[in-house]
Protein backbone atom coordinates (compact mmCIF):
# COMPACT_ATOMS: atom_id res chain seq x y z
CA UNK A 1 0.00 0.00 0.00
CA UNK A 2 2.82 2.57 -1.08
CA UNK A 3 3.00 5.05 2.06
CA UNK A 4 0.82 2.92 4.11
CA UNK A 5 2.03 -0.48 3.83
CA UNK A 6 2.34 -1.98 7.47
CA UNK A 7 5.98 -3.18 8.04
CA UNK A 8 6.78 -7.10 9.05
CA UNK A 9 3.49 -7.52 11.71
CA UNK A 10 3.21 -4.37 13.29
CA UNK A 11 1.17 -1.67 12.33
CA UNK A 12 4.25 1.25 11.83
CA UNK A 13 4.17 2.35 8.37
CA UNK A 14 6.71 3.31 5.80
CA UNK A 15 7.54 5.66 3.17
CA UNK A 16 6.79 4.89 -0.43
CA UNK A 17 7.02 7.74 -3.45
CA UNK A 18 4.06 7.04 -4.54
CA UNK A 19 1.63 8.39 -2.39
CA UNK A 20 -1.58 6.16 -2.60
CA UNK A 21 -4.90 7.68 -3.41
CA UNK A 22 -8.20 5.68 -2.52
CA UNK A 23 -11.73 5.42 -4.71
CA UNK A 24 -14.36 4.46 -2.09
CA UNK A 25 -17.92 3.48 -3.60
CA UNK A 26 -20.28 3.33 -1.85
CA UNK A 27 -19.11 5.73 0.55
CA UNK A 28 -23.32 6.39 1.58
CA UNK A 29 -23.82 2.27 2.50
CA UNK A 30 -23.47 1.33 6.15
CA UNK A 31 -19.65 0.28 6.29
CA UNK A 32 -18.95 2.80 3.88
CA UNK A 33 -20.10 6.00 5.70
CA UNK A 34 -18.03 4.89 8.64
CA UNK A 35 -14.90 3.30 6.76
CA UNK A 36 -14.49 6.73 5.07
CA UNK A 37 -13.89 8.90 7.89
CA UNK A 38 -11.71 5.65 9.46
CA UNK A 39 -9.38 5.72 6.42
CA UNK A 40 -9.53 9.82 5.74
CA UNK A 41 -7.98 9.96 8.90
CA UNK A 42 -5.07 7.45 7.99
CA UNK A 43 -4.04 8.53 4.72
CA UNK A 44 -5.57 12.20 4.71
CA UNK A 45 -8.90 13.89 3.63
CA UNK A 46 -7.30 14.72 0.34
CA UNK A 47 -6.06 10.87 -0.74
CA UNK A 48 -9.49 9.31 -0.55
CA UNK A 49 -12.64 10.55 -2.95
CA UNK A 50 -15.97 9.24 -1.89
CA UNK A 51 -18.95 8.04 -4.69
CA UNK A 52 -22.33 7.12 -4.25
CA UNK A 53 -25.95 7.42 -6.15
CA UNK A 54 -26.59 9.88 -2.93
CA UNK A 55 -24.73 12.34 -0.83
CA UNK A 56 -25.60 14.61 2.30
CA UNK A 57 -24.42 17.69 2.93
CA UNK A 58 -22.44 15.85 5.93
CA UNK A 59 -20.80 14.29 3.12
CA UNK A 60 -19.92 17.24 0.82
CA UNK A 61 -18.45 18.66 3.97
CA UNK A 62 -16.25 16.41 4.83
CA UNK A 63 -14.15 16.18 1.88
CA UNK A 64 -13.66 14.87 -1.97
CA UNK A 65 -17.08 13.79 -3.55
CA UNK A 66 -18.02 12.25 -7.02
CA UNK A 67 -21.38 10.79 -8.16
CA UNK A 68 -20.70 7.47 -9.07
CA UNK A 69 -23.01 4.67 -10.49
CA UNK A 70 -21.39 1.61 -10.49
CA UNK A 71 -22.80 0.44 -13.37
CA UNK A 72 -21.06 3.71 -15.30
CA UNK A 73 -17.65 1.82 -15.61
CA UNK A 74 -16.93 5.64 -18.16
CA UNK A 75 -17.99 8.12 -15.67
CA UNK A 76 -15.76 5.24 -12.73
CA UNK A 77 -12.86 5.44 -15.32
CA UNK A 78 -12.84 9.08 -15.39
CA UNK A 79 -12.76 9.84 -11.63
CA UNK A 80 -10.08 7.40 -11.50
CA UNK A 81 -7.84 8.97 -14.48
CA UNK A 82 -8.68 12.72 -13.00
CA UNK A 83 -7.48 11.82 -9.39
CA UNK A 84 -4.67 9.56 -9.94
CA UNK A 85 -6.08 6.41 -7.88
CA UNK A 86 -4.35 4.11 -6.63
CA UNK A 87 -6.66 1.59 -4.45
CA UNK A 88 -10.61 1.04 -5.03
CA UNK A 89 -12.48 0.28 -1.66
CA UNK A 90 -15.60 -1.19 -3.30
CA UNK A 91 -18.47 -1.04 -0.73
CA UNK A 92 -21.38 -0.65 -3.23
CA UNK A 93 -23.61 -3.87 -3.04
CA UNK A 94 -27.23 -4.60 -2.58
CA UNK A 95 -27.39 -6.94 0.78
CA UNK A 96 -29.11 -10.03 1.52
CA UNK A 97 -32.68 -9.02 2.63
CA UNK A 98 -33.27 -5.96 0.53
CA UNK A 99 -31.58 -8.29 -2.29
CA UNK A 100 -34.61 -10.78 -1.88
CA UNK A 101 -36.97 -7.94 -2.38
CA UNK A 102 -35.20 -7.03 -5.83
CA UNK A 103 -33.14 -9.97 -7.11
CA UNK A 104 -32.65 -8.38 -11.02
CA UNK A 105 -31.33 -5.14 -9.24
CA UNK A 106 -29.21 -6.84 -7.01
CA UNK A 107 -27.62 -9.32 -9.73
CA UNK A 108 -26.71 -6.19 -12.13
CA UNK A 109 -25.67 -4.02 -9.13
CA UNK A 110 -23.46 -5.81 -7.73
CA UNK A 111 -22.00 -8.31 -10.97
CA UNK A 112 -21.41 -5.23 -13.07
CA UNK A 113 -20.19 -3.36 -10.34
CA UNK A 114 -17.10 -5.37 -9.52
CA UNK A 115 -16.34 -6.91 -12.91
CA UNK A 116 -16.20 -2.63 -13.42
CA UNK A 117 -13.95 -2.21 -10.54
CA UNK A 118 -11.85 -5.44 -11.55
CA UNK A 119 -11.16 -4.30 -15.12
CA UNK A 120 -10.53 -0.51 -14.53
CA UNK A 121 -8.02 -1.99 -11.78
CA UNK A 122 -6.41 -4.45 -14.51
CA UNK A 123 -6.24 -1.80 -17.16
CA UNK A 124 -4.86 1.06 -14.52
CA UNK A 125 -2.38 -0.77 -12.00
CA UNK A 126 -5.08 -0.81 -9.73
CA UNK A 127 -5.76 -2.32 -6.10
CA UNK A 128 -8.60 -3.29 -4.94
CA UNK A 129 -10.40 -4.40 -1.53
CA UNK A 130 -14.50 -5.21 -2.00
CA UNK A 131 -15.41 -7.07 1.09
CA UNK A 132 -17.38 -10.76 0.57
CA UNK A 133 -19.72 -11.91 3.04
CA UNK A 134 -21.09 -15.21 5.01
CA UNK A 135 -23.71 -15.10 2.80
CA UNK A 136 -21.69 -16.99 0.25
CA UNK A 137 -22.37 -19.92 2.34
CA UNK A 138 -25.33 -21.73 1.90
CA UNK A 139 -27.25 -24.85 3.66
CA UNK A 140 -24.78 -27.58 2.41
CA UNK A 141 -21.70 -25.52 4.02
CA UNK A 142 -20.25 -26.69 7.55
CA UNK A 143 -22.20 -24.36 9.45
CA UNK A 144 -19.99 -24.77 12.73
CA UNK A 145 -16.50 -23.16 12.51
CA UNK A 146 -17.10 -23.01 8.84
CA UNK A 147 -13.25 -23.15 6.79
CA UNK A 148 -12.32 -20.69 4.32
CA UNK A 149 -12.36 -23.38 1.56
CA UNK A 150 -15.51 -25.20 1.62
CA UNK A 151 -18.86 -25.57 0.20
CA UNK A 152 -20.44 -22.58 -1.38
CA UNK A 153 -23.91 -23.08 -3.12
CA UNK A 154 -25.89 -20.20 -1.28
CA UNK A 155 -29.40 -19.25 -1.51
CA UNK A 156 -30.14 -15.76 -1.81
CA UNK A 157 -28.66 -13.41 -4.92
CA UNK A 158 -26.38 -11.48 -2.78
CA UNK A 159 -25.19 -14.47 -1.65
CA UNK A 160 -24.79 -15.67 -5.64
CA UNK A 161 -23.45 -12.59 -6.90
CA UNK A 162 -20.38 -12.83 -3.93
CA UNK A 163 -19.30 -15.96 -4.63
CA UNK A 164 -19.03 -14.28 -8.06
CA UNK A 165 -17.43 -11.72 -6.74
CA UNK A 166 -14.92 -14.21 -4.80
CA UNK A 167 -14.39 -16.03 -8.12
CA UNK A 168 -13.66 -13.00 -10.07
CA UNK A 169 -11.66 -11.22 -7.23
CA UNK A 170 -9.07 -14.77 -7.49
CA UNK A 171 -9.30 -15.06 -11.70
CA UNK A 172 -7.95 -11.20 -11.99
CA UNK A 173 -5.77 -11.54 -9.56
CA UNK A 174 -3.74 -14.35 -11.29
CA UNK A 175 -4.37 -13.82 -14.52
CA UNK A 176 -3.80 -9.99 -15.24
CA UNK A 177 -2.01 -9.73 -11.43
CA UNK A 178 -4.72 -7.18 -10.01
CA UNK A 179 -3.85 -7.37 -6.10
CA UNK A 180 -7.16 -8.04 -5.28
CA UNK A 181 -8.24 -8.85 -1.69
CA UNK A 182 -11.37 -9.79 0.02
CA UNK A 183 -13.13 -10.27 3.75
CA UNK A 184 -16.15 -12.39 4.21
CA UNK A 185 -17.94 -9.75 6.64
CA UNK A 186 -20.03 -11.90 9.50
CA UNK A 187 -22.97 -9.59 10.51
CA UNK A 188 -21.59 -5.85 11.31
CA UNK A 189 -23.18 -3.85 14.74
CA UNK A 190 -22.51 -0.31 14.82
CA UNK A 191 -24.31 3.22 16.52
CA UNK A 192 -23.57 4.99 14.03
CA UNK A 193 -24.30 3.28 10.56
CA UNK A 194 -28.30 2.08 10.40
CA UNK A 195 -28.60 -1.43 9.17
CA UNK A 196 -28.42 -1.59 5.47
CA UNK A 197 -31.08 -3.82 4.45
CA UNK A 198 -29.24 -7.14 5.48
CA UNK A 199 -30.66 -10.32 7.62
CA UNK A 200 -28.02 -9.37 10.68
CA UNK A 201 -29.94 -5.76 10.94
CA UNK A 202 -31.14 -7.28 14.00
CA UNK A 203 -28.34 -6.90 15.53
CA UNK A 204 -28.75 -3.03 15.11
CA UNK A 205 -32.26 -2.27 15.32
CA UNK A 206 -33.19 -4.18 19.07
CA UNK A 207 -30.52 -1.93 20.94
CA UNK A 208 -32.31 1.27 19.74
CA UNK A 209 -35.68 -0.58 20.30
CA UNK A 210 -33.88 -1.48 24.30
CA UNK A 211 -33.67 1.85 24.58
CA UNK A 212 -36.24 3.80 23.19
CA UNK A 213 -39.07 1.38 24.63
CA UNK A 214 -37.83 -1.33 26.27
CA UNK A 215 -38.91 -3.81 24.17
CA UNK A 216 -37.68 -5.91 20.47
CA UNK A 217 -39.75 -7.79 18.31
CA UNK A 218 -36.85 -9.64 16.51
CA UNK A 219 -37.22 -10.84 13.03
CA UNK A 220 -35.00 -14.23 13.50
CA UNK A 221 -36.01 -16.78 15.71
CA UNK A 222 -34.71 -16.76 18.99
CA UNK A 223 -31.78 -19.55 18.18
CA UNK A 224 -30.58 -18.04 14.84
CA UNK A 225 -27.04 -18.34 15.68
CA UNK A 226 -24.48 -16.05 13.49
CA UNK A 227 -21.21 -14.87 13.57
CA UNK A 228 -21.15 -11.03 14.33
CA UNK A 229 -18.58 -8.22 14.50
CA UNK A 230 -18.64 -4.71 16.61
CA UNK A 231 -17.74 -1.86 13.69
CA UNK A 232 -14.48 -0.82 15.27
CA UNK A 233 -13.09 -4.25 14.84
CA UNK A 234 -14.34 -4.50 11.03
CA UNK A 235 -12.83 -1.11 10.38
CA UNK A 236 -9.38 -2.26 12.21
CA UNK A 237 -9.84 -5.71 9.88
CA UNK A 238 -10.79 -3.74 6.92
CA UNK A 239 -7.61 -0.99 7.20
CA UNK A 240 -5.26 -4.54 8.20
CA UNK A 241 -6.09 -6.51 4.90
CA UNK A 242 -5.45 -3.39 2.46
CA UNK A 243 -2.08 -2.53 4.63
CA UNK A 244 -0.84 -6.25 4.72
CA UNK A 245 2.29 -6.80 2.86
CA UNK A 246 1.30 -9.03 0.16
CA UNK A 247 3.54 -11.80 0.89
CA UNK A 248 1.58 -12.09 3.83
CA UNK A 249 -1.58 -13.25 1.86
CA UNK A 250 -2.01 -16.80 1.02
CA UNK A 251 -5.26 -16.61 -0.32
CA UNK A 252 -7.52 -13.68 -2.08
CA UNK A 253 -10.38 -13.87 0.06
CA UNK A 254 -10.76 -14.40 4.26
CA UNK A 255 -13.22 -15.04 6.91
CA UNK A 256 -13.39 -12.70 9.22
CA UNK A 257 -14.93 -12.73 13.15
CA UNK A 258 -15.42 -11.91 16.65
CA UNK A 259 -18.47 -13.56 18.03
CA UNK A 260 -21.33 -15.74 17.61
CA UNK A 261 -24.56 -15.25 19.76
CA UNK A 262 -27.94 -16.20 18.86
CA UNK A 263 -31.01 -12.82 19.50
CA UNK A 264 -31.46 -14.74 22.60
CA UNK A 265 -28.11 -14.36 23.65
CA UNK A 266 -27.89 -10.76 22.65
CA UNK A 267 -31.07 -9.98 24.59
CA UNK A 268 -29.59 -11.39 27.65
CA UNK A 269 -26.28 -9.53 27.07
CA UNK A 270 -28.73 -6.11 27.13
CA UNK A 271 -30.55 -7.19 30.53
CA UNK A 272 -27.18 -6.87 32.34
CA UNK A 273 -27.76 -3.58 31.59
CA UNK A 274 -31.63 -3.49 31.41
CA UNK A 275 -33.18 -5.76 33.29
CA UNK A 276 -36.30 -4.89 32.20
CA UNK A 277 -35.37 -5.71 28.50
CA UNK A 278 -38.00 -7.94 26.76
CA UNK A 279 -37.75 -9.70 23.37
CA UNK A 280 -40.54 -11.60 21.10
CA UNK A 281 -40.30 -13.46 17.85
CA UNK A 282 -41.65 -13.27 14.78
CA UNK A 283 -39.35 -14.86 12.09
CA UNK A 284 -39.96 -13.61 8.41
CA UNK A 285 -38.08 -14.23 5.41
CA UNK A 286 -34.85 -13.57 7.06
CA UNK A 287 -35.03 -16.20 9.27
CA UNK A 288 -35.17 -18.84 6.68
CA UNK A 289 -32.44 -16.56 5.38
CA UNK A 290 -29.89 -17.04 8.34
CA UNK A 291 -30.90 -20.61 8.64
CA UNK A 292 -28.66 -21.49 5.77
CA UNK A 293 -25.50 -19.10 6.73
CA UNK A 294 -22.74 -20.36 8.95
CA UNK A 295 -23.66 -19.95 12.80
CA UNK A 296 -19.32 -19.78 13.37
CA UNK A 297 -16.85 -19.07 11.24
CA UNK A 298 -12.91 -20.39 11.67
CA UNK A 299 -10.99 -17.05 10.98
CA UNK A 300 -7.06 -18.87 11.71
CA UNK A 301 -5.75 -18.25 8.45
CA UNK A 302 -6.80 -14.40 9.02
CA UNK A 303 -5.27 -14.38 12.67
CA UNK A 304 -2.42 -16.59 11.58
CA UNK A 305 -1.14 -14.85 8.11
CA UNK A 306 -1.92 -11.14 9.28
CA UNK A 307 -2.47 -11.25 12.61
CA UNK A 308 -6.33 -10.23 12.84
CA UNK A 309 -7.82 -10.18 16.22
CA UNK A 310 -10.89 -8.51 17.57
CA UNK A 311 -10.96 -6.63 20.12
CA UNK A 312 -14.64 -6.71 21.04
CA UNK A 313 -16.87 -9.89 22.40
CA UNK A 314 -20.50 -10.08 22.57
CA UNK A 315 -20.98 -8.02 26.23
CA UNK A 316 -18.10 -5.62 25.07
CA UNK A 317 -20.05 -4.87 22.15
CA UNK A 318 -23.46 -4.74 23.59
CA UNK A 319 -22.44 -2.60 26.43
CA UNK A 320 -20.50 0.24 24.18
CA UNK A 321 -23.54 -0.22 21.59
CA UNK A 322 -25.83 0.84 24.67
CA UNK A 323 -23.29 3.77 25.92
CA UNK A 324 -23.11 5.14 22.60
CA UNK A 325 -26.51 4.99 21.74
CA UNK A 326 -27.90 5.88 25.11
CA UNK A 327 -25.79 9.29 24.89
CA UNK A 328 -27.32 9.96 21.18
CA UNK A 329 -30.47 9.75 22.32
CA UNK A 330 -30.31 11.95 24.98
C1 LIG B 1 -26.47 -9.19 5.44
O1 LIG B 1 -27.10 -9.54 6.46
O2 LIG B 1 -26.91 -9.31 4.29
C2 LIG B 1 -25.08 -8.63 5.62
C3 LIG B 1 -24.05 -9.71 5.47
C4 LIG B 1 -23.90 -10.74 6.50
O3 LIG B 1 -23.35 -9.72 4.51
N1 LIG B 1 -24.96 -7.99 6.89
Redesign the pocket.
Known sequence: LGGYMRTGTGTEVEAHPETPRFFVTGACG?IGQEFLPFLRSKVGVDNVVASDVRTSRKLLDSGPFSYCDVLDKDNMARIILENGITHVVHFATL???I?ERNPALALKVNTHGIQNVLDLAAAHGLSVYA?S???VFGSSTPRHNTPDDTVMRPH?M?GIT?VHQELLGQYYHDRYGVDYRSLR????ISANAP???????YGVEIFGAALQTGHYNCFLDSDAA?PMMYMPDCLEATWQIITAPRDHLKQTTYNVTAVSFTPAELAEAIRHRLPHFSISYSPDFRDS?AKT?PASIDDSAARQQWGWAPKFDLQALADDMLTRLAAKYK
Open positions: QLSAGPTIATYKYPGIPGGGTTDLIW
